[in-house]
């Protein structure tokens, strides 16, 4: 996985993967697989490799089953982070790397991603909060009773990502809220959900009109930690102004 050559790299990726695979998972201790991934993602100037770290991290979360499940968890801030590297062979092979994880783990775990989704959100680089933000919105998708359980370690990450500077990056958290917000099970704040949405996307301008609907309504359903954290933070500026 150090070869200058992409496909090398991932020809060289593949193979010590498939090889964990077919020997166990005490293979990837035995061989050291997690610390050389380490160290290659923390090599701050070597292109090469970060990239071939990031490889060896896509097959092993695509080929090494199970065993790898922990490791890929540990690794994913640091990988996330790479998505905002200067290099675009890195950023390209980081894009893979967290797709790969995100399709590797199962439904039951994506709870474990939070701390890494949180970290590239709060990162200083535009494209590690994009990628960030695009796994939120495909997950709040595809599993949204899954990963509606991320949402209260996430929500406040995610607004800070909804009034960035950067206008790709307010862009896509303004793109991906509706799909988000949408995963709380609350029948009451589901029904007032754009007010919510308009509240978060123009504080000065809609937080009034959410908060008279808030008061208005009676809740006879229970208020989950999801809901909750959706709506808190409008609460909240309510009641510091």
């Given at each position: 996985?150090?070869?200058?050559?992409?496909?090398?790299?991932?020809?060289?990726?593949?193979?010590?993967?498939?090889?964990?695979?077919?020997?166990?998972?005490?293979?990837?201790?035995?061989?050291?697989v997690?610390?050389?991934?380490?160290?290659?993602?923390?090599?701050?100037?070597?292109?090469?490799?970060?990239?071939?770290?990031?490889a060896?991290?896509?097959?092993?979360?695509?080929t090494?089953?199970?065993?790898?499940?922990?490791?890929?968890?540990?690794?994913?801030?640091?990988?996330?982070?790479?998505?905002?590297?200067?290099?675009?062979?890195?950023?390209?092979?980081?894009?893979a790397?967290?797709t790969?994880?995100?399709?590797s783990?199962p439904?039951?775990?994506?709870?474990?991603?939070?701390?890494?989704?949180?970290?590239?959100?709060?990162?200083?680089?535009?494209?590690?909060?994009?990628?960030?933000?695009?796994?939120?919105?495909?997950l709040?998708q595809?599993?949204?009773?899954?990963f509606?359980?991320?949402?209260?370690?996430?929500?406040?990450?995610?607004?800070?990502?909804?009034?960035?500077?950067?206008?790709?990056?307010?862009?896509?958290a303004?793109?991906?809220?509706?799909?988000?917000?949408?995963?709380?099970?609350?029948?009451?704040?589901?029904?007032?959900?754009?007010?919510v949405?308009?509240?978060?996307?123009?504080?000065?301008?809609?937080?009034?009109?959410?908060?008279d609907?808030?008061?208005?309504t009676?809740?006879?359903?229970?208020?989950?930690?999801?809901?909750?954290?959706?709506?808190?933070?409008?609460?909240?500026r309510?009641?510091r102004g």
């Amino acid at each position: 996985t150090t070869s200058a050559a992409e496909n090398e790299r991932r020809a060289g990726a593949a193979g010590v993967a498939g090889l964990c695979n077919g020997m166990g998972g005490s293979s990837i201790n035995k061989f050291g697989v997690v610390p050389r991934i380490e160290a290659a993602l923390a090599a701050k100037k070597d292109v090469v490799a970060k990239a071939g770290g990031c490889a060896l991290y896509t097959h092993m979360c695509r080929t090494a089953g199970r065993a790898f499940e922990p490791f890929a968890v540990h690794l994913a801030s640091q990988v996330f982070a790479l998505q905002g590297d200067q290099s675009s062979e890195v950023r390209a092979a980081a894009d893979a790397g967290q797709t790969a994880l995100v399709k590797s783990l199962p439904l039951t775990a994506m709870k474990l991603l939070s701390p890494s989704l949180v970290a590239a959100m709060e990162h200083k680089s535009w494209q590690a909060k994009c990628g960030a933000l695009g796994t939120c919105g495909d997950l709040a998708q595809r599993v949204p009773q899954y990963f509606m359980r991320t949402i209260p370690e996430i929500f406040p990450a995610f607004l800070e990502c909804v009034f960035d500077t950067h206008p790709k990056v307010s862009a896509l958290a303004g793109h991906v809220m509706e799909p988000i917000c949408r995963c709380v099970k609350n029948a009451e704040v589901l029904g007032m959900l754009h007010l919510v949405m308009d509240a978060i996307r123009q504080p000065q301008k809609e937080t009034e009109t959410c908060l008279d609907k808030l008061m208005e309504t009676t809740f006879v359903n229970s208020m989950d930690a999801p809901s909750l954290a959706v709506v808190l933070p409008i609460i909240m500026r309510g009641l510091r102004g």
